[in-house]
């Protein structure tokens, strides 16, 4: 559990996001069902504005604890957002950068 209080101090600061990634990663290592983990993971991936994997983990975590109003909050913003970018949107888009050199 340390390692996913640690993680969300990172991801709250937005800071070495990769280094939080890390950390939650050792978190569900030790347990695989680590409520705190999930939805730190969840919340790191926002951050890195990557929604799949952000609904992902944050689904997870709610599984595990579907009292936190946080993740509840977090995921109906996610999934009533139409405009947020996802993996594939973001893939795309760097495609088209790459082949015309302009976005």
């Known amino acids: 559990m340390l390692f996913a209080r640690i993680a969300m101090v990172y991801a709250g600061e937005n800071k070495r996001l990769d280094r939080a990634l890390e950390l939650t990663d050792r978190s569900l290592v030790l347990k695989a069902d680590n409520a705190p983990a999930l939805k730190a993971k969840g919340f790191i991936y926002y951050q890195m504005d990557d929604v ?8 997870a975590a709610l599984d595990k604890n ?18 947020m970018k996802t993996d594939k949107d973001t893939d795309t888009e760097t495609d088209t950068i790459s082949e015309t050199g302009t976005e």
């Open 52 to 59: 799949d994997s952000a609904k992902t983990f944050l689904r």
């Open 66 to 83: 579907p009292d936190d109003v946080e993740v509840k909050t977090l995921l109906n913003e996610l999934e009533a957002a139409p405009d």
